[in-house]
């Protein structure tokens, strides 16, 4: 079977940078197209080029929208570090951006590859954007899914995740006009815990973007333990690329899903209705349960078989 075709917008940020190593190994990633979130736009670019250019990846890189729809640019420096690298140095990158409009990329692609999954993991201002300039985008897509939201509880306030949170009038545009979507939210990626083990099998390997990974798992771990107790960090952005590539590892149901804009307390929420119903009254699948142990072990082994190519 061919590998899926997979076209990745994203915030690098640590975990997306997890995520890419991942999906260059399990996907055919034909293109990556960046997003202002975790941190700045021209930090997510960067670490993106510098990400791709030290596992040896030939994939064109993107430069995508540097602000939300309506709000001014937020990120999460606090978790991620102001680079997005967290603690980590990376070599500056020494080729450039494909382009700098990542909306035409998106549109172009889609309508030249087949059966195009577009993984978003990051806030989905580029994919809004994409739909606002061509409606029809989602029939040419074999499908969208996102890392974001949750049906309960968030991570930056108590209703929201950050994805969401950061672009929530993207958001809307996104569950309400994008065809067939899967939601991979927090509900998935904090049953998936990478920590002390991983990192010692990562580093062990010895090899430039195992070793990347491990150091950028330590500082996740780190960050983990001191905001949550926990003993391993959740890398969400991964948990979506194996969403796509390994479907029989996650479990979820399709349900209504709403964005919540003006809410005092839960601007940015993802208000699932779990009320049941009939399946055809959503579009949204969204993802409850997941094979950890599964899962784990697959971006460990991507990780590492990526370097070794």
Same mark, same amino acid.
């Given at each position: 079977?061919? %590998?899926?075709?997979?076209?990745?917008?994203?915030?690098?940020?640590?975990?997306?940078?997890?995520?890419?190593?991942?999906?260059?190994?399990?996907?055919?990633?034909?293109?990556?197209?960046?997003?202002?979130?975790?941190?700045? $736009?021209?930090?997510?670019?960067?670490?993106? #080029?510098?990400?791709?250019?030290?596992?040896?990846?030939?994939? %064109?890189?993107?430069?995508?929208?540097?602000?939300?729809?309506?709000?001014?640019?937020?990120?999460?420096?606090?978790? =991620?570090?102001?680079?997005?690298?967290?603690?980590?140095?990376? *070599?500056? %990158?020494?080729?450039? $951006?494909?382009?700098?409009?990542?909306?035409?990329?998106?549109?172009?692609?889609?309508?030249?590859?087949?059966?195009?999954?577009?993984?978003?993991?990051?806030?989905?201002?580029?994919?809004?954007?994409?739909?606002?300039?061509?409606?029809?985008? %989602?029939?040419?897509?074999?499908?969208?899914?996102?890392?974001?939201?949750?049906?309960?509880?968030?991570?930056?306030?108590?209703?929201?995740?950050?994805?969401?949170?950061?672009?929530?009038?993207?958001?809307?545009?996104?569950?309400?006009? &994008?065809? *067939?979507?899967?939601?991979?939210? #927090?509900?998935?990626?904090?049953?998936? !815990?990478?920590?002390?083990?991983?990192?010692?099998? !990562?580093?062990?390997?010895?090899? *430039?973007?195992?070793?990347?990974?491990?150091?950028?798992?330590?500082?996740?771990?780190?960050?983990?333990?001191?905001?949550?107790?926990?003993?391993?960090?959740?890398? =969400?952005?991964?948990?979506?690329?194996?969403?796509?590539?390994?479907?029989?590892?996650?479990?979820?149901?399709?349900?209504?899903?709403?964005?919540?804009?003006?809410?005092?307390?839960?601007?940015?929420?993802?208000?699932?209705?779990?009320?049941? &119903?009939? *399946?055809?009254?959503? =579009?949204?699948?969204?993802?409850?349960?997941?094979?950890?142990?599964?899962?784990?072990?697959?971006?460990?082994?991507?990780?590492?078989?990526?370097?070794?190519?």
């Amino acid at each position: 079977m061919s %590998p899926v075709r997979m076209l990745i917008d994203c915030d690098p940020g640590v975990d997306d940078a997890i995520a890419l190593l991942t999906a260059a190994h399990v996907a055919d990633l034909v293109g990556i197209t960046t997003v202002n979130g975790n941190v700045g $736009i021209d930090h997510t670019t960067r670490n993106a #080029l510098a990400v791709t250019e030290l596992a040896g990846l030939d994939i %064109p890189v993107h430069r995508g929208a540097s602000r939300p729809l309506v709000n001014d640019p937020i990120d999460a420096s606090r978790i =991620h570090g102001a680079t997005g690298l967290g603690s980590v140095t990376i *070599p500056e %990158p020494t080729r450039g $951006i494909a382009s700098d409009d990542a909306v035409a990329f998106i549109l172009d692609t889609a309508r030249s590859v087949d059966d195009l999954r577009v993984v978003a993991i990051g806030p989905l201002t580029n994919i809004a954007l994409a739909l606002d300039a061509d409606p029809s985008l %989602p029939d040419r897509l074999g499908g969208l899914t996102i890392m974001g939201g949750a049906a309960v509880g968030g991570n930056v306030t108590a209703t929201a995740e950050f994805n969401i949170w950061a672009d929530p009038e993207a958001a809307d545009v996104v569950f309400r006009l &994008g065809g *067939p979507l899967t939601m991979v939210g #927090l509900d998935v990626t904090h049953q998936v !815990l990478l920590g002390a083990r991983e990192c010692r099998r !990562l580093r062990a390997a010895g090899t *430039p973007t195992s070793v990347l990974a491990a150091d950028l798992l330590d500082y996740a771990v780190e960050r983990s333990r001191e905001m949550k107790g926990w003993d391993g960090a959740p890398i =969400h952005d991964a948990c979506a690329v194996l969403a796509v590539t390994h479907p029989e590892l996650f479990g979820g149901a399709r349900r209504p899903v709403a964005l919540e804009l003006t809410g005092t307390h839960t601007r940015g929420m993802t208000v699932v209705d779990e009320r049941g &119903g009939e *399946p055809d009254d959503s =579009h949204v699948t969204v993802l409850r349960s997941v094979d950890s142990r599964s899962v784990v072990r697959h971006i460990v082994d991507a990780v590492i078989a990526v370097g070794s190519n």
